[in-house]
């Protein structure tokens, strides 16, 4: 796991960020609790969404959140002055009926005011809320399947730096496991916006050792005292950081930032759809 200290407090400082966004969203989460302890009455029956998984309640749910929630949470949910809905545990943890609630009721002690929509309305916010948080895999995602491996082992170059079911090549992912993984939206997001997240674990690095010779690839560990690069040959190098003369990160994403150019938006679609079936568990939905 990599840490880099903080000098001031001698604690790890990706482990301070991490806090204060977990507290962020706790208090969002203490707060639909809350809500749902007011309303004892309701029962696990009037937990679930009525309208729950229906595409034109998604869809009605959509141009209902653009129009009413995106102004703070951003228009895919990305997050802004509000937090994030997508990459967001708390959306995922909380009931359809503490959803339902937190929107009908607002947050309280937050910026979040109550909503005058009827409960078809805010029903079908939560819906949208879900399918923006659903596993892929767990979704129907248009597309071509057939049409997507074979752009992604053709003409869209994906396979040169991933692996599915053991083919392909490094340094980037695995992406076996995919679909299981990110949502619909976080796998676009990669494709099109590649450079909007980095995870740490995936940074593009080149360093320069103290005899002079250069390698280049993919952080797959980095601490204070040393780092682990995967390279475009798939190997690994374990260095010393008292070996290092120069330790370069690059800013942006190894992934090619012009898909959105190079790709169709069909082909982006069918991309789409072979990523969001990569599973290494069994299911009858394969």
């Given at each position: 796991?990599?840490?880099?200290?903080?000098?001031?407090?001698?604690?790890?400082?990706?482990?301070?960020?991490?806090?204060?966004?977990?507290?962020?969203?706790?208090?969002?989460?203490?707060?639909?609790?809350?809500?749902?302890?007011?309303?004892?009455?309701?029962?696990?029956?009037?937990?679930?969404?009525?309208?729950?998984?229906?595409?034109?309640?998604?869809?009605?749910?959509?141009?209902?959140?653009?129009?009413?929630?995106?102004?703070?949470?951003?228009?895919?949910?990305?997050?802004?002055?509000?937090?994030?809905?997508?990459?967001?545990?708390?959306?995922?943890?909380?009931?359809?009926r503490h959803l339902f609630e937190a929107i009908k009721n607002g947050v309280p002690g937050s910026d979040m005011p109550l909503s005058?929509?009827?409960?078809?309305?805010?029903?079908?916010?939560?819906?949208?809320?879900?399918?923006?948080?659903?596993?892929?895999?767990?979704?129907?995602?248009?597309?071509?399947?057939?049409?997507?491996?074979?752009?992604?082992?053709?003409?869209?170059?994906?396979?040169?730096?991933?692996?599915?079911?053991?083919?392909?090549?490094?340094?980037?992912?695995?992406?076996?496991?995919?679909?299981?993984?990110?949502?619909?939206?976080?796998?676009?997001?990669?494709?099109?916006?590649?450079?909007?997240?980095?995870?740490?674990?995936?940074?593009?690095?080149?360093?320069?050792?103290?005899?002079?010779?250069?390698?280049?690839?993919?952080?797959?560990?980095?601490?204070?005292?040393?780092?682990?690069?995967?390279?475009?040959?798939?190997?690994?190098?374990?260095?010393?950081?008292?070996?290092?003369?120069?330790?370069?990160?690059?800013?942006?994403?190894?992934?090619?930032?012009?898909?959105?150019?190079?790709?169709?938006?069909?082909?982006?679609?069918?991309?789409?759809?072979?990523?969001?079936?990569?599973?290494?568990?069994?299911?009858?939905?394969?």
């Amino acid at each position: 796991m990599m840490w880099r200290r903080s000098h001031a407090s001698g604690i790890p400082a990706d482990e301070c960020i991490f806090a204060a966004k977990r507290a962020g969203a706790c208090i969002f989460l203490v707060a639909l609790s809350l809500l749902a302890q007011d309303r004892q009455e309701v029962t696990s029956k009037d937990e679930k969404n009525p309208v729950a998984g229906q595409p034109i309640a998604i869809a009605a749910g959509k141009k209902l959140f653009l129009e009413g929630c995106s102004g703070c949470h951003g228009p895919n949910g990305e997050g802004g002055r509000g937090p994030n809905l997508v990459r967001a545990w708390f959306v995922r943890d909380a009931t359809d009926r503490h959803l339902f609630e937190a929107i009908k009721n607002g947050v309280p002690g937050s910026d979040m005011p109550l909503s005058h929509l009827p409960e078809q309305s805010i029903w079908q916010i939560v819906a949208f809320l879900r399918s923006m948080n659903a596993l892929a895999f767990d979704v129907e995602v248009p597309g071509d399947f057939q049409a997507g491996r074979n752009i992604f082992f053709g003409k869209g170059g994906c396979a040169k730096c991933h692996t599915i079911s053991g083919q392909g090549g490094a340094p980037g992912p695995d992406l076996s496991n995919a679909g299981r993984e990110n949502s619909v939206s976080q796998l676009r997001e990669a494709i099109l916006k590649p450079d909007a997240r980095i995870a740490e674990r995936n940074r593009a690095v080149r360093v320069i050792t103290s005899d002079g010779r250069e390698i280049a690839g993919v952080a797959k560990d980095n601490t204070n005292y040393s780092i682990v690069i995967l390279d475009a040959e798939e190997n690994l190098h374990l260095l010393m950081k008292t070996d290092l003369r120069e330790v370069i990160f690059r800013k942006k994403s190894m992934l090619p930032g012009d898909y959105e150019n190079r790709l169709s938006p069909g082909d982006v679609q069918d991309l789409l759809a072979f990523l969001a079936r990569q599973s290494e568990r069994s299911s009858n939905k394969e």
